[in-house]
Nanobody, 128 residues
Framework: QVRLVESGGGSVQTGGSLRLSCAAS????????MGWFRQAPGKEREGVAF????????YYADSMKGRVTISQDNVKITLYLQMNTLKPEDTAMYYC?????????????????????WGQGTQVTVSS
């Protein structure tokens, strides 16, 4: 059974940084699309950053482009999201998601409904 567990969220002031982690277990697929999404109260869940685990290539959504870096540790099977220069509008629950890569580019799999496996989320709160 696939399990994703996020950690690293917290409260920071504007301009601060956080590093989110997502520990994956039970995953047998050799190459996957993984991503970080976020959802603020009253808003739809949106993609932030994505990675193809096969070669480590990445894609960033406009929402936080230039301020975040997605990376992976293949040994620990862990996904990371380094977030810098945080703003109050970045306040949200951040989720890790994964799905097998099924013959299409990960970069056409950017919507939440296209992902099968989700973590429970980690809260990020940015105060002004």
């Amino acid at each position: 059974q696939v399990r994703l567990v996020e950690s690293g969220g917290g409260s920071v002031q504007t301009g601060g940084s956080l590093r989110l982690s997502c520990a994956a277990s039970g995953y047998t697929a050799s190459s996957n699309c993984m991503g970080w999404f976020r959802q603020a109260p009253g808003k739809e869940r949106e993609g932030v950053a994505f990675i193809y685990t096969g070669d480590g290539s990445t894609y960033y959504a406009d929402s936080m482009k230039g301020r975040v870096t997605i990376s992976q540790d293949n040994v620990k099977i862990t996904l990371y999201l380094q977030m810098n220069t945080l703003k109050p509008e970045d306040t949200a629950m951040y989720y890790c998601a994964a799905r097998p890569k099924t013959g299409v580019s990960c970069w056409v799999l950017l919507r939440p409904e296209q992902y099968a496996y989700w973590g429970q989320g980690t809260q990020v709160t940015v105060s002004s």
